[in-house]
């Protein structure tokens, strides 16, 4: 019933898969000495050991969203720890940070290329030797870059006017990573909302009693397939309790078992967190960025629950394309071996590369799982 649900849900909606990262290349950036060609599926599944570098893949993506966001890149990099934390081994041993994306947009093949440069005073960072271009898919040769001959503290590709630039910016202005983790008593979610602040889920979830509010005044549907979907996880859980006091709105929920309104004060990690990710997954295409980025989503969620939220995510990538990183085999296992990417640690330097099938079919007949067939991998068990 649950997946009939979903698939019904999705269905209203015509697939998208036109705007999406190709590939990555990247060097230099944290734990990413030398990423080259990175081929990212429209669901990508990375997977490795804490310390393996999952999380700075995230990050290169948080720091292109706010460089071109609203040229925060120095903010960016300020709350991360400042300019030197960036580069790999510090800037010392790396002078250059340097990467090149390939993307499909509405207007074809874009690439766009940028590096960094340390800069001592401020303990802060350069943008420099900023590129791009664009290339019809059906020819084989790549169109001349355009250089960008301007160097700043910030981005010069939102001033270029035309066409292409603008699609690129149009693209990574909305690459979004989703942080579930924070539930402590100083988490936004514990914060009356502005009713308003509604169109969208921030990423920190912040504003999810504006956005239930808002789906359960203007898509009744939509918001009763969510609390059905939370119901089957917490079956003691029986609807929000969402009043808008002087504009603004508290998430309250109240269970089956009694008339007792719950605040986010009184709600288990785990349940706030299927909350988020259960609303995200159910918003309708207009409300969602086109690359969504998702750093352990499983934390404090039940197997079950985390199976049922991988379903979402692969109904999710027929219109947007997603990324998870992930240390869970529950999670893992719910993915196909094309979706999957593992990351590893040599000598300090992330290792990402995929599990062709070719190479696993035989493990996979065996009665393997993929979960498996990493940690085997991880520790040396699998030839």
Known sequence: MFSMEVAKMSSMTPLDRTKRIRSVSIQGFRSLKSIANLELPQLTVLIGANGAGKSNVIRFFEMLSWMLKSKNLQEFVLRQGGGDDQF??????????????????????????????????????????????????????KAEWTQIDAVGKESSLLEQKNKTAKSIVALLQQCTTYHFHDTSMKAAIHNRWDVTDSFRLRSDGGNLAAVLLELRNTDGKRYELIVRQICRVLPAFKDFVLEEQAGKVLLRWVSRQSDKVFGAHLTSDGSLRLFYLLTLLNLPPDGLPDVMFFDEPELGLHPHAITLVAEMFKRLAKKRQIFIATQSPYLVDCFELENIIVASANNGATVLRNLPREQYQEWLDDAYLLSDIWLKQAVGGLE
Do not use: W
């Open 88 to 141: 790999f081994m510090g800037a010392r041993q790396t002078p250059r940070i340097h990467a090149e994306l390939c993307l499909d947009t509405e207007n074809g093949q874009n690439d766009y290329r940028f590096d960094l440069k340390h800069l001592s005073a401020g303990d802060t960072v350069m943008v420099m030797n900023e590129a791009y271009r664009n290339s019809a898919n059906d020819i084989s040769t």
